[in-house]
């Protein structure tokens, strides 16, 4: 599955870039039960109680930052299993700054298997904008607020 979108503060893109590169900032951003643990500057791991139409649970995950181009583009990996299904995302983003606007594109390639990749399309797809748009609310608050 192919995600993509983009995401704007008044921030400035250096801060952005740090911001969404690191596991204590992306943590307040994430509605759900979760942790979140820096194994070292590229690694980290943790967990999210979530779920998607009837299959709900918690799935561990461990993510790597692959390239870094700070600030205008970082690429990270993120592997991830739980309830009997698992994930492979590979995500990019890149940013740029006018007038003390930072724009945020992503994109991600999401592979999925076991019951979560069955549940259709549609409903993950739905599910997957709702949490997207929610983090993408809370990081901006945040980034505006400092």
Not at 4 to 19: I, P
Not at 118 to 143: H, I, M, P, W, Y
Request: net charge neutral; glycine share 8%; proline share 3%.
């Amino acid at each position: 599955m192919h995600l993509e979108g983009t995401f704007q503060a008044r921030s400035a893109a250096d801060r952005v870039y740090a911001f969404l590169l690191s596991p204590e900032e992306l943590s307040a951003c994430i509605d759900d039960p979760h942790t979140i643990q820096a194994q070292d500057a590229d690694h980290f791991k943790g967990s999210v109680k979530t779920g998607v139409g009837f299959i709900k649970g918690t799935f561990n995950l461990a993510a790597v930052v692959v390239e870094r181009s700070p600030p205008q583009r970082a690429r990270l990996k993120v592997q991830g299993s739980g309830m009997g299904s698992g994930f492979d995302i590979d995500a990019t983003m890149d940013l740029s700054q006018v007038d003390g606007v930072t724009t945020v594109r992503w994109a991600a390639e999401v592979l999925m298997s076991g019951p979560i990749a069955s549940v259709g399309a549609r409903l993950l797809q739905g599910t997957v904008d709702k949490k997207s748009a929610a983090f993408f609310e809370n990081a901006r608050k945040r980034l505006e607020a400092t």
